[in-house]
């Protein structure tokens, strides 16, 4: 079976040698590489110039990523398409498992987790995402949730597509996805059929002063719900026309991003930016030392999250622990709320000795200045 690696790049001149590298180096032979500069004013010219008809070269204005997309795409023959960043590597055996998972008709979209890198591809000891990958169906919570409720690997280069899902979607809209333009192939997929889910890491993630890793907590909010508002209706009106009923207004109620700002913002509107809290979440609000906001993770050593209490008596000896340590408020967070369950006598001693000051569905907030 043939595959296509469409490689995009813009002004990514000091990385895109080991991209294209990396995308000439799969171990499944039948695959052609595609390179698609959007416009880059620095050496990336020169740079694919060195690969010489080891490559397909498209050079265009910039136009964003999505043009970068359709423009490989328009060139590609592969059956499986790999879209790759520019300042990303793809291992040697990508393609392959990619080829294996799309031999299933019914799989429309497959992923694998990514190996973080940092600017000069040196491991930083993470890997994204923490928890499995869905694999199957994930239909329902399309319709339940909204788009992109169901997990996904944050790097355009760990999905693979089948040709027989991108020729129903193709091509992607250009002017509302200068950037993450793989959201909407991502958004899409659920209507048409299965995701497929590798183990092991394919792909190299680069982490670096210029990618969307680099901005502020509050940017990269605003960056997804910006993404999720245009995608909304792309995937209303296919829904529509495949006689799938969703609810968009559900969504903005039950989908993460959305949460999240409410979240963030009734949390400011009682602790402010500068105020210690304590913040029960599980670590699934990435709410750290970066945010801006002065949280103190439950349970916590040396700033960092310790994981969930042993019980009860250790819940109510590291709130007091911490309360003496300086922390104002005690806030518990929707992913969390199984709390009441698991820690009952926890929860009574709180609600018993602190007041309440804000009790909605995204959190509840105690006072803990008495």
């Known amino acids: 079976m043939r595959a296509s690696v469409l490689v995009n ?26 390179v698609v500069d959007d416009g880059s004013t620095d050496h990336s010219r020169a740079v694919i110039a060195g690969f010489g008809g080891r490559v397909q070269a498209v050079f265009q204005p910039n136009a964003g990523q999505g043009s970068a997309f359709n423009a490989g795409y328009a060139l590609a023959t592969g059956d499986v398409i790999v879209f790759l960043d520019a300042d990303d590597v793809l291992l040697e055996t990508a393609v392959a498992a990619a080829v294996s998972l799309t031999a299933d008709e019914r799989v429309v979209h497959v ?8 600017a000069d591809g040196r491991a930083t000891g993470g890997t994204l995402p923490d928890g499995p990958l869905p694999d199957g169906s994930v239909l329902a919570e399309l319709i339940s949730d909204g788009p992109l409720q169901w997990g996904t690997t944050p790097s355009c280069s760990a999905h693979g597509w089948p040709r027989r899902y991108l020729e129903r979607v193709m091509p992607v809209p250009e002017a509302e996805f200068r950037m993450c333009a793989e959201a909407y192939l991502v958004a899409l997929a659920p209507l048409h059929g299965e995701l497929r889910a590798a183990r092991e890491p394919h792909s190299h993630y680069r982490r670096h002063g210029e990618n969307h890793w680099a901005d502020s907590f509050d940017e990269m909010l605003a960056k997804n719900l910006d993404v999720a508002a245009k995608l909304m209706p792309y995937v209303v009106a296919r829904a529509g026309e495949m006689g799938i009923a969703v609810r968009p207004e559900q969504w903005r109620e039950r989908g993460w991003e959305f949460m999240l700002k409410r979240f963030l913002e009734a ?64 806030v518990l967070a929707w992913p969390s709320f199984w709390w009441a369950e698991e820690y009952p006598r926890f929860v009574v001693h709180v609600r018993r000795t602190y007041p309440c000051v804000v009790e909605n569905d995204e959190l509840v907030a105690f006072d803990l200045r008495r």
């Open 111 to 118: 992923q694998w987790p990514v190996v973080e890198v940092d």
């Open 267 to 330: 949390l400011d509107a009682i602790v402010g930016r500068e105020t210690p809290f304590v913040l029960i979440d599980g670590a699934k609000l990435a709410l750290d030392s970066t945010c801006g906001r002065a949280v103190v993770p439950f349970k916590e050593r040396e700033g960092e999250y310790w994981g969930p209490p042993d019980d009860d008596d250790d819940a109510i000896a590291e709130l007091e622990r911490q309360r003496r340590g300086g922390a104002h408020y005690l």
């Open 9 to 34: 790049n813009y002004n990514y001149g000091r990385f895109l040698g080991e991209a294209i590298e990396s995308a000439l180096a799969q171990s499944h032979r039948d695959t052609e590489v595609i």
